[in-house]
């Protein structure tokens, strides 16, 4: 076979539907040509990046957020190159799209939903990579934020995968959304002997020795309420440890013990009085 046989059967339709004529060359570039235009994307993307790297009033995460936008706008821009390249019409691209778009439209929905998501945090940057969160019963600190899904570090230092949507959608907590800083409530119960205004200063002191609480905000000592068994306070103090503040609270505890032992302050274990108005003959007998 010639290559000029070659080139013409290469190039003769095998199948015609409604005025759309599929060839081997039609196949050929429907798979190189979005080949080609998602590695032009890329490519795109990183020279955004790397000229968005050169402005030091932008981080990181407002860099990926412009040039991941910028990829998906030229990746859509160029696959719609490639439908006008193959000679798609909107009538053909109906024909052969409507049965496939009606059997799996449904399950797109959520795909979808979690795309425009990832857009609007993206744009809007409510949640951007080195924010800490808190997302239902977990919190972390996000190390991506996908088009689809966010993946953050917990506490426990476990990855977690959570949609997009299911962040915007459902209420969640960005501790770092202004500023890198934390307030943290650290509650304590003295027993009703104790001198309160001694406790209290016990209390402001153990802020003091606690390098990770700051001192501005001024951390605050407050009288809550007579409980059961305890005069309850709690210490509301400000840190910067916003995603371990647990290690905050144990070295505050750590400190307050021995400035309670110091100064004889008792924390009473859990009690109850019971007051008897009149005790039966036959016990007294008995």
């Given at each position: 076979?010639?290559?000029?046989?070659?080139?013409?059967?290469?190039?003769k339709?095998?199948?015609?539907m409604a005025?759309f004529q599929l060839?081997?060359?039609l196949?050929a570039?429907?798979?190189l040509l979005p080949?080609?235009?998602?590695?032009i994307?890329?490519v795109?993307r990183n020279l955004?990046n790397?000229?968005?790297?050169?402005?030091?009033?932008l981080?990181?995460?407002s860099?990926?957020?412009i040039?991941t936008?910028?990829?998906?706008?030229v990746?859509?821009?160029?696959l719609?190159?490639?439908?006008t390249t193959?000679?798609?019409?909107?009538?053909?691209i109906a024909?052969?799209?409507?049965?496939?778009?009606l059997?799996?439209?449904?399950?797109f929905?959520?795909?979808?939903?979690n795309f425009?998501s990832g857009?609007i945090?993206?744009?809007?940057?409510?949640?951007k990579?080195?924010?800490v969160?808190t997302v239902g019963?977990l919190?972390?600190?996000?190390?991506n934020v996908?088009m689809?899904?966010?993946t953050?570090?917990?506490?426990?230092?476990?990855?977690?995968?959570i949609?997009?949507?299911?962040?915007l959608?459902d209420?969640?907590?960005?501790w770092t959304?202004?500023?890198?800083l934390?307030?943290?409530?650290?509650?304590?119960?003295?027993?009703?002997?104790?001198?309160?205004d001694?406790?209290?200063?016990?209390?402001?002191q153990?802020?003091?020795a606690v390098?990770?609480i700051?001192?501005?905000?001024?951390?605050?000592?407050?009288?809550?309420?007579?409980?059961n068994?305890?005069?309850d306070?709690?210490?509301?103090?400000w840190?910067?440890?916003v995603?371990y503040?647990q290690?905050?609270?144990?070295k505050?505890?750590?400190?307050l013990w021995?400035?309670?032992?110091?100064?004889?302050?008792v924390?009473?274990?859990?009690?109850?009085d019971?007051y008897?108005?009149?005790v039966?003959?036959e016990?007294?007998?008995?």
């Amino acid at each position: 076979m010639s290559w000029t046989e070659f080139l013409e059967y290469f190039n003769k339709p095998f199948l015609e539907m409604a005025g759309f004529q599929l060839s081997l060359a039609l196949i050929a570039k429907a798979v190189l040509l979005p080949i080609f235009v998602i590695w032009i994307s890329r490519v795109i993307r990183n020279l955004v990046n790397k000229t968005l790297s050169k402005l030091s009033y932008l981080d990181q995460g407002s860099r990926n957020a412009i040039s991941t936008v910028v990829y998906y706008v030229v990746l859509g821009l160029g696959l719609g190159w490639v439908l006008t390249t193959l000679g798609l019409n909107a009538t053909s691209i109906a024909v052969f799209t409507g049965a496939l778009g009606l059997g799996i439209g449904l399950g797109f929905q959520d795909v979808a939903k979690n795309f425009i998501s990832g857009i609007i945090m993206l744009i809007a940057r409510t949640v951007k990579p080195g924010d800490v969160i808190t997302v239902g019963d977990l919190t972390g600190r996000v190390e991506n934020v996908g088009m689809y899904s966010s993946t953050m570090k917990t506490v426990y230092d476990a990855t977690v995968i959570i949609p997009n949507s299911q962040i915007l959608s459902d209420k969640f907590v960005n501790w770092t959304h202004d500023a890198e800083l934390r307030m943290i409530e650290i509650p304590v119960g003295v027993h009703y002997d104790s001198d309160l205004d001694v406790v209290m200063e016990c209390m402001q002191q153990a802020s003091k020795a606690v390098s990770d609480i700051k001192e501005t905000p001024e951390p605050r000592i407050l009288l809550l309420n007579y409980g059961n068994s305890s005069v309850d306070f709690v210490a509301r103090v400000w840190t910067a440890e916003v995603m371990y503040y647990q290690r905050v609270k144990s070295k505050y505890y750590l400190e307050l013990w021995k400035l309670f032992k110091e100064h004889k302050i008792v924390i009473p274990y859990p009690q109850q009085d019971i007051y008897i108005h009149k005790v039966p003959e036959e016990m007294i007998q008995s």
